[in-house]
């Protein structure tokens, strides 16, 4: 027994690398930096029931995350770790899940495979360092699909439980984007009827849902109608054309990219599976493809909406590549493409970024180095895939490749310092003590474009101490600090100023100082 937990321990330690990052971090402006930012005013207004967006109430979306990220960081202090900790820790838990999915759907054996497959996809190692809730979403989920799983072979009352609380859980996250794979789990479902009758799934579903209903009822003093009327208003925004429409087939392309390098084995999985689909549980093969469906109807479309069915993506991914490794005709297309072409085109890519792209990318040492050294690890990997012949060992350095890349993506600050420039001026702008110190206001007007507030999110993320914001610089007092940009002339005439800081990567945004008043 210690034996076992002892390999266990190894098998998921190997995750370490990609999930935890220890160097300096940054937020992304939109959706991360929102959250975030909304966090902060939690803990800064000390309101833990309404967000706020720039002093006005946001009630466009539950409180989940902001909620989570504000717990953390009141508990571990201010920091880009305490603001990821909820995100991380789910998306550790996910792949536990994807773990167990694995065993229940396909067999016992190999389950690490579809579990490494799952943490070298784009799609889900960089949601797992944004501080949202879609992976948390994603979570729930499968947490529910495992236990709906779980009941074909015994009515386990935990299993009901969770089969019910997922649902009012997932709804705190995403409203109602819960419908969809509630919807897509409705065909198998009808074949269990006798589920919905079990009280244990209805205390579950209770249960889940009151962190919603206490929500729910301790906002309704600040709003003058019921906050699902607000939730409705975003769903049908959603709904209609807005800047993330996207046409029917967008999950066609945009799935297959996002799960590179194992989209081509997914498909050869599912058609695997397909085939032998009276020997397995169908959920493996139809809930994907009913849930791609379904979101494809959905006008909006976003690349984190497919992430709930990563998990299961995963294990198709594996069939396909056992699938591949017993067949002949696949085994000679994979020797020719995996093991050739692709690690010659990315040895080529290598001097086109020394030579042609280097500077345009201005990538620092730490991020070149590490990028480099993932695409060689990766390359030598594959390229070394015709010199064995046993199914395990193709496996292995199949998966390696990609793991070792994704690693060396993670630990290279790409996807965790995304706003590395920023980050640098704003911390030599606080590195004066005295400024440190200061509570920094925002002028809200000069908010008017889509580039000065993802800029301003960022900035006012790296600020210490940040205000609540002003409407106009006629709010300052003397000697107060804000974050404008000094567009506005008339604004400009009221009073004197001193501009603090500024540079390329924060403007048209300045620090400034007001001197004193004109009356």
Same mark, same amino acid.
């Given at each position: !027994?210690?034996?076992?937990?002892?390999?266990?321990?190894?098998?998921?330690? @190997?995750?370490?690398?990609?999930?935890?990052?220890?160097?300096?971090?940054?937020?992304?402006?939109?959706?991360?930096?929102?959250? +975030?930012?909304? +966090?902060?005013?939690?803990?800064?207004?000390?309101?833990?029931?309404?967000?706020?967006?720039?002093?006005?109430?946001?009630?466009?979306?539950?409180?989940?995350?902001?909620?989570?990220?504000?717990?953390?960081?009141?508990?571990?202090?201010?920091?880009?770790? +305490?603001?990821?900790l909820?995100?991380?820790?789910?998306? +550790?838990? !996910?792949?536990?899940?994807?773990?167990? @999915?694995?065993?229940?759907?396909?067999?016992?054996?190999?389950?690490?495979?579809?579990?490494?497959?799952?943490?070298?996809?784009?799609?889900?190692?960089?949601?797992a360092?944004?501080?949202?809730?879609?992976?948390?979403?994603?979570?729930?989920?499968?947490?529910?699909?495992?236990?709906?799983?779980?009941?074909?072979?015994?009515?386990?009352?935990?299993?009901?439980?969770?089969?019910?609380?997922?649902?009012?859980?997932?709804?705190? !996250?995403?409203?109602?984007?819960?419908?969809?794979?509630?919807?897509?789990? @409705?065909?198998?479902?009808?074949?269990?009827?006798?589920?919905?009758?079990?009280?244990?799934?209805?205390?579950?579903?209770?249960?889940?849902?009151?962190?919603?209903?206490?929500?729910?009822?301790?906002?309704?003093?600040?709003?003058?109608?019921n906050?699902?009327?607000?939730?409705?208003d975003?769903?049908?925004?959603?709904?209609?054309?807005?800047?993330?429409?996207?046409?029917?087939?967008?999950?066609?392309?945009?799935?297959?990219?996002?799960?590179? &390098?194992?989209?081509?084995?997914?498909?050869?999985?599912?058609?695997?599976?397909?085939?032998?689909?009276?020997?397995?549980? &169908?959920?493996?093969?139809?809930?994907?493809?009913?849930?791609?469906?379904?979101?494809?109807?959905? =006008?909006?479309?976003?690349?984190?909406?497919?992430?709930?069915? =990563?998990?299961?993506?995963s294990?198709?991914?594996?069939?396909?590549?056992?699938?591949?490794?017993?067949?002949? %005709?696949?085994?000679?297309f994979?020797?020719?493409?995996?093991?050739?072409?692709?690690?010659?085109?990315?040895?080529?890519?290598? &001097?086109i970024?020394?030579?042609?792209?280097?500077?345009?990318?201005?990538?620092?040492?730490?991020?070149?180095?590490?990028?480099?050294?993932?695409?060689?690890?990766?390359?030598?990997?594959?390229?070394l895939?015709?010199?064995?012949?046993?199914?395990?060992?193709?496996?292995?350095?199949?998966?390696?490749?990609?793991?070792?890349?994704?690693?060396?993506?993670?630990?290279?600050?790409?996807?965790?310092? %995304?706003?590395?420039?920023?980050?640098?001026?704003?911390?030599?702008c606080?590195?004066?003590?005295?400024? %440190?110190?200061?509570?920094?206001?925002?002028?809200?007007?000069?908010?008017?474009?889509?580039?000065?507030?993802?800029?301003?999110?960022?900035?006012?993320?790296?600020?210490p101490?940040?205000?609540?914001?002003?409407?106009?610089?006629?709010?300052?007092?003397?000697?107060?600090?804000a974050?404008?940009?000094?567009?506005?002339?008339?604004?400009e005439?009221?009073?004197?100023?001193?501009?603090?800081?500024?540079?390329?990567?924060?403007? &048209?945004?300045?620090?400034?100082?007001?001197?004193?008043?004109?009356?």
């Amino acid at each position: !027994m210690a034996s076992k937990s002892i390999k266990n321990f190894f098998k998921f330690s @190997l995750f370490l690398p990609i999930l935890l990052y220890v160097g300096e971090r940054s937020y992304l402006s939109y959706d991360e930096g929102f959250y +975030a930012l909304q +966090a902060k005013w939690i803990i800064q207004n000390k309101n833990w029931i309404i967000p706020t967006w720039w002093g006005e109430y946001s009630l466009d979306r539950t409180i989940g995350i902001q909620f989570l990220i504000a717990k953390s960081q009141e508990i571990l202090g201010d920091s880009f770790f +305490a603001a990821h900790l909820p995100v991380t820790l789910a998306s +550790a838990l !996910m792949l536990f899940v994807t773990f167990k @999915l694995h065993q229940i759907l396909i067999h016992k054996q190999e389950a690490i495979f579809s579990v490494l497959i799952l943490s070298t996809t784009y799609l889900w190692f960089n949601f797992a360092h944004l501080a949202t809730q879609d992976i948390i979403f994603s979570l729930l989920v499968n947490i529910g699909l495992f236990s709906f799983i779980k009941l074909d072979k015994n009515k386990n009352p935990l299993h009901l439980f969770l089969f019910g609380a997922w649902i009012g859980l997932a709804f705190m !996250m995403k409203t109602f984007f819960v419908f969809i794979p509630i919807f897509a789990i @409705l065909p198998f479902l009808f074949f269990k009827k006798e589920i919905l009758l079990n009280k244990s799934f209805w205390i579950g579903l209770f249960i889940g849902f009151v962190p919603f209903i206490l929500w729910s009822i301790s906002i309704d003093q600040y709003i003058d109608r019921n906050i699902l009327i607000y939730l409705f208003d975003k769903l049908n925004q959603l709904s209609s054309k807005n800047t993330f429409t996207n046409p029917f087939y967008y999950y066609f392309w945009n799935i297959p990219i996002n799960f590179v &390098p194992w989209s081509l084995f997914a498909l050869v999985g599912l058609i695997s599976n397909y085939k032998k689909i009276k020997k397995i549980n &169908p959920i493996i093969v139809f809930y994907p493809i009913l849930f791609i469906f379904l979101i494809s109807f959905f =006008s909006t479309k976003t690349p984190y909406y497919a992430l709930p069915i =990563s998990p299961l993506l995963s294990l198709n991914a594996y069939v396909g590549i056992k699938e591949t490794i017993n067949s002949k %005709r696949l085994t000679i297309f994979l020797k020719i493409v995996g093991t050739r072409l692709i690690p010659s085109c990315i040895f080529l890519i290598i &001097p086109i970024y020394f030579f042609i792209i280097r500077k345009s990318l201005n990538f620092n040492f730490k991020e070149e180095f590490f990028v480099i050294l993932g695409l060689i690890l990766f390359s030598l990997s594959w390229f070394l895939i015709n010199q064995f012949h046993k199914p395990k060992h193709i496996i292995f350095l199949l998966i390696l490749g990609p793991y070792l890349l994704t690693t060396s993506i993670v630990q290279s600050g790409l996807i965790t310092d %995304r706003s590395r420039a920023i980050r640098e001026s704003l911390e030599y702008c606080f590195s004066n003590e005295n400024i %440190r110190n200061e509570v920094i206001q925002v002028n809200k007007h000069d908010i008017n474009n889509h580039n000065l507030h993802s800029k301003i999110i960022k900035i006012s993320l790296l600020t210490p101490k940040l205000g609540k914001g002003i409407n106009s610089l006629k709010e300052l007092k003397d000697s107060e600090y804000a974050w404008a940009t000094l567009n506005n002339k008339a604004s400009e005439e009221k009073f004197s100023y001193q501009i603090i800081f500024t540079d390329d990567n924060i403007k &048209p945004w300045k620090l400034i100082k007001k001197i004193y008043t004109n009356n």
